[in-house]
């Protein structure tokens, strides 16, 4: 079993390599299984937990997410980024605050966004957007340093997709003090300009749909990938399917090729025993 400060390293030495998946499980069993697969981190998705709970993406309250991060985190042998939206507090001093109780949780990272979810005005203002991350970083570093920030601009994904307004806010969050930058929605062809605009520090990209694999992210010089909402999405889509299909046609053919019931029941019971669960 990795102790919480070897999982922390082992993420930022990630970061040094090549490019890496990150793919978000939504709950224990998703993270569990991801890590039985191999990856070699994983990353929460507020929508993810959010669905599973049958409410809407950002209705989350801090208790819950910070329940959720310390389940996941401590149910894997895997460093966990969370999803962390907008900090959970109005205000820089009550991100850190909040930022305090997610570093206790165990995770190895965690993301700051610049979302406010008002339609009117979808991004903080630059200079509160910094000073949310500027307390992001003096939380962290207050806690002994080692979780990784990660700055994020939600631009491409509210409605102001501007590529020069984005990348300034990733640099002014670089130089705040966050460790990786992300930008949600990005273009394929403003990749490789967003990687050169935050080098030395590494961007990290969202793949939601078919188009761009790893190689071709690499190449463009990506160094993390992240598959937000879509795993869970997978899984809702399968579900949804299925049963529409039997409630429409009467017939099961959605079952086949299915994972079998003894093979996940033994999968979990091994780790159950593993872990002395």
């Known amino acids: 079993m990795r102790t919480v400060d070897e999982k922390r390293r082992?993420?930022?030495a990630l970061h040094e390599r090549a490019c890496f998946v990150i793919p978000n499980p939504w709950d224990?069993?998703?993270a569990r299984w991801l890590q039985h697969l191999g990856f070699a981190a994983l990353a929460t998705t507020s929508a993810g937990v959010a669905f599973a709970r049958g409410i809407p993406d950002a209705s989350l309250t801090r208790a819950m997410v910070l329940e959720h991060l310390r389940s996941v985190a401590d149910a894997v042998d895997l460093p966990v980024n969370a999803d962390f939206q907008a900090g959970y507090g109005a205000t820089a001093a009550e991100v850190a605050e909040s930022v305090r109780l997610a570093v206790e949780t165990g995770i190895a990272g965690l993301?700051?966004?610049?979302?406010?979810?008002?339609?009117a005005a979808p991004l903080f203002p630059l200079d509160g957007a910094v000073a949310r991350i500027s307390a992001a970083r003096r939380a962290i570093d207050a806690a002994g340093g080692e979780v990784l920030l990660t700055g994020r601009s939600e631009g491409f994904?509210?409605?102001?997709?501007?590529?020069?307004?984005?990348?300034?806010r990733l640099q002014a969050y670089s130089a705040a003090g966050a460790d990786v930058l992300y930008a949600p929605g990005l273009p394929r062809d403003a990749i490789a300009t967003a990687v050169a605009a935050v080098a030395p520090k590494?961007?990290?990209v969202l793949v939601a749909g078919e188009g761009l694999d790893v190689a071709d992210l690499a190449a463009l010089g990506v160094r993390r990938v992240s598959l937000g909402s879509t795993l869970a999405r997978v899984a809702f889509t399968a579900f949804a399917r299925s049963a529409e299909e039997i409630l429409r046609t009467g017939r099961f053919g959605s079952f086949a090729g299915l994972t079998s019931y003894a093979t996940l029941d033994a999968f979990f019971r091994d780790e159950a025993a593993r872990r002395g669960r």
Do not use: H, M
């Open 157 to 168: 994904v509210t409605g102001r997709p501007e590529l020069g307004e984005t990348l300034r």
């Open 28 to 30: 224990v069993g998703s």
């Open 111 to 119: 993301s700051i966004e610049d979302a406010t979810g008002e339609a």
């Open 10 to 12: 082992a993420f930022r």
């Open 202 to 204: 590494p961007l990290n």
